[in-house]
């Protein structure tokens, strides 16, 4: 059973950095993309930013320049690096992974870790 725990939620001063990890229970390379998702109260979960197999990263525009997405392969762990952060940054962010099995496609969740930015 494929799992995904974030980790490194909190509350966070505006102006302030906090890093989420994202830790797999198997081999990350076996995932096609690996992104962080974020749902803020009364709002639908968005995409935020997004690592795939070959390295690449892409970002939702208003984190650009303030979010990095990485991965350390050896750990089966992506992070996600928050700095500059905003009170509009609060929300539940999770942790996404899309595996192709076959020719179908299987995605997995982790359970969330809240991030409260306010003074």
């Known amino acids: 059973q494929v799992q995904l725990v974030e980790s490194g939620g909190g509350l966070v001063q505006p102006g302030g950095s906090l890093r989420l990890s994202c830790a797999a229970s198997?081999?990350?390379?076996?995932?096609?993309?690996i992104s962080w998702y974020r749902q803020a109260p009364g709002k639908q979960r968005a995409l935020v930013a997004t690592?795939?197999?070959?390295?690449?990263?892409r970002y939702t525009d208003s984190v650009k320049g303030r979010f990095t997405i990485s991965r350390d392969n050896s750990k089966n762990t992506v992070y996600l690096q928050m700095n500059s952060l905003i009170p509009e940054d609060t929300a539940v962010y999770y942790c996404?992974?899309?595996?192709?099995?076959?020719?179908?496609?299987?995605?997995?969740w982790g359970q969330g870790t809240q991030v409260t930015v306010a003074t």
């Open positions: 690592t795939t197999k070959t390295g690449d990263t």
């Open positions: 198997e081999s990350i390379f076996r995932y096609l993309v």
């Open positions: 996404y992974a899309l595996e192709n099995i076959q020719g179908f496609s299987q995605v997995y």
